[in-house]
């Protein structure tokens, strides 16, 4: 951690919680979720190139974007809250 990320940290303290996670930690990232689903509906995708790829991949998101209980699930998965 820098010097002035720490110094911000310090001095925002009475509303910043930082959590130090572990530098590689999937099962803790919520956009690994994400990222699972969308491979998994793609998987077998025989694209001619990289466009269609592309698209697919934009598809599958802009899917998810309208189900946000997808989402959460994903969110949940990690075991982390947001407080709201």
Do not use: H
């Not at 009475?14 to 994400?34: C, H, K, R, S």
């Not at 998994?40 to 697919?56: P, V």
């Not at 998101?61 to 982390?80: F, H, N, S, W």
């Amino acid at each position: 951690m820098t010097k002035s990320l720490r110094e911000f940290i310090e001095s925002n303290a009475d509303w910043l919680t930082v959590f130090q996670l572990p530098t590689y930690a999937p099962d803790l990232n919520p956009q690994e979720g994400i990222w699972s689903l969308v491979k998994r509906d793609i998987g077998n995708l025989a694209a001619a190139d990289l466009s269609q790829i592309t698209r697919a991949v934009k598809r599958q998101l802009k899917m998810l974007q309208y189900r946000p209980e997808v989402i959460d699930g994903c969110l949940a998965g990690t075991g982390l809250v947001l407080d709201t």
